[in-house]
């Protein structure tokens, strides 16, 4: 199941509507984690398009809600613009968006929506046994700044998101087990999962994805260092 929202749009085409929530990130004093805006919005924007896309969607507009003050706008979408030009989208999406101005929070909260298309009855890819896959790592707060080396880029995902041999589900901060399950459409247990990564762990702003797949060799290839191969054991009635 995709945190997404599917909406008829006309005889052709359907709305895939994704969001993300940031607070306490930013440069307030109150903030638990300090980065600079853009890189605040650059992750929140990559929760919410990497939900959109992987339910194949092609965004169109993106809605920011800011609530980090007046100055932090241009930052904020400044970090969008870094995110939009590494998956080579469209430079002329559309942003909009609003700020908090009437009154200054203690801690930075930013909401970003990602709203995108997609051809009408659009049905997942269904692969028959196939392989499992962790691309990146799991990381969050401040492991994402002083670990990026392990957070897979956006072109890697983008990358595979347009190939019909493979279907994806972003990973976010209810972990590797959660949204393995998600993808398979059952919940699994810790013990019936085999892989060299935290498999509870907060994967925060979406610094991983979890692949099915059937061809290795080519996966390896476009993820290289980022790949975790993933084992399902046999389940005992």
């Keep these: 199941m995709r945190d997404v929202q599917i909406v008829p749009w006309n005889k052709k085409e359907e709305l895939v509507i994704s969001v993300d ?8 004093e109150g903030d638990i984690v300090f980065a600079s ?31 980090c003050g007046d100055p932090a706008w241009h930052q904020l979408v400044s970090g969008i613009h870094k995110g939009i030009n590494e998956l080579n989208l469209n430079s002329e999406i559309g942003i909009t ?18 709203i995108g298309k997609r051809k009408a009855g659009s049905r997942e890819l269904s692969i028959s046994n196939g392989k ?5 790592s799991p990381l969050v707060g401040e492991e994402v700044i002083l670990q ?16 019909y041999n493979y ?10 087990l959660y949204e393995l399950g998600q993808l ?13 990564l935290d498999l509870l762990k907060s994967a925060g702003p979406a610094t991983c994805f ?28």
Aim: charged residues 20%.
């Design 97 to 114: 968006g609003s700020t908090e101005s009437n009154f200054s929070l203690q801690q930075s909260a930013v909401s970003l929506t990602i």
């Design 132 to 136: 499992i896959a962790v691309i990146g």
């Design 210 to 237: 979890i692949v099915e797949y059937e061809k290795e060799a080519e996966l390896k290839r476009i993820a290289g260092s980022y790949f975790h191969e993933v084992i399902i054991t046999q389940r005992s009635n």
């Design 37 to 67: 805006y853009d890189i605040v919005s650059y992750f929140s924007f990559r929760v919410a398009v990497m939900e959109c896309i992987a339910a194949g969607g092609v965004p169109v507009s993106i809605v920011l809600q800011n609530f």
């Design 21 to 28: 929530n940031s607070g306490g990130i930013g440069q307030k």
């Design 148 to 163: 990026g080396e392990r957070v897979v880029p956006l072109a890697i995902f983008m990358q595979l998101a347009k190939n």
């Design 167 to 176: 279907r994806i589900q972003p990973v976010g901060s209810k972990g590797i």
């Design 184 to 196: 398979k459409g059952t919940l699994f247990k810790k013990e019936e999962v085999i892989c060299s």
